[in-house]
């Protein structure tokens, strides 16, 4: 669920109080973003979402009962709309930063973020459709990626113009912005990344070029 208007609702899910304290100073401060919930907890995470759906979720990765791995993958994998998941880390080459995005994470953020960096992240992902921070995302494939075939099957089913649409998706331009490069209509593009998750058996674009890292159809490096 991305934010319709002009308001981002927000939840906060983090098990260090003083951490979702600072967090909610900081989006309050902006006339647009209001924090609808927090949660100390990835179980908890999980049951604010599904109660008060918001747009976007700061997550933090290392929580007691569930992570917020496991928390972010349920919170995905429920019926009807979905938020974006935006993981909080301390260090940009955690591996559970990796297992969030391959679950469907909409990018990352690192906790010594300053606070405009902060607002700036969560209006990106709430307002538009590319991801963030996807040159540290290759960092991230190269080093915790799986074993790879010498070909993902799904490759030779993508046309030309598909294969382009995953390889500019994959360095964070939006539909918007990979229709100018390409020069063909925002539907146009719209149309080739439903057929991208359809071909490579994803849920979303995030998933999608997770599948290209790892599958060696693009290249981390």
């Known amino acids: 669920m991305t934010a319709t208007g002009t308001e981002i609702r927000v939840v906060l899910a983090d ?6 304290t600072a967090l909610r100073v900081i989006l309050e ?11 100390a907890t990835g179980a908890e995470a999980v049951s604010v979402v599904r109660a008060v759906r918001p747009d976007v979720v700061l997550m933090d990765v290392r929580m007691p009962e569930i ?8 919170i995905l994998g429920s019926p009807g709309p979905s938020p974006r998941v935006v993981v909080v880390t301390t260090f940009e080459n955690d ?16 906790k010594r973020a300053g606070a405009e960096d902060l607002v700036q992240a969560v209006r990106l992902v709430a307002r538009s ?9 290759r960092g991230l494939a190269a080093e915790y990626a799986r074993s790879r ?22 360095t964070g331009l939006t539909n918007a912005e990979i229709a100018e490069r390409l020069g063909v209509g925002p539907a146009t593009v719209k149309s080739h990344v439903a ?5 490579t058996g994803v849920r979303d674009r995030t998933q999608a070029v997770i599948a290209a890292y790892e599958s060696g159809f693009i290249s981390p490096r």
Do not use: C, H, N
């Open 67 to 74: 992570d917020g791995i496991r928390a972010t993958e349920q």
């Open 95 to 110: 591996s559970y930063v990796y297992e969030a995005l391959r679950v469907g994470a909409s990018g990352f953020l690192l």
């Open 195 to 199: 057929s991208v998750l359809a071909k």
């Open 29 to 39: 401060a902006e006339a647009d973003l209001t924090v609808v919930g927090e949660a």
């Open 15 to 20: 098990d260090e109080r003083m951490v979702r």
């Open 129 to 137: 459709d590319s991801l963030l921070f996807p040159a540290a995302l």
């Open 149 to 170: 075939p010498p070909e993902p099957r799904w490759a030779s089913r993508l046309t030309e113009r598909e294969a382009a649409v995953l390889r500019l998706m994959a």
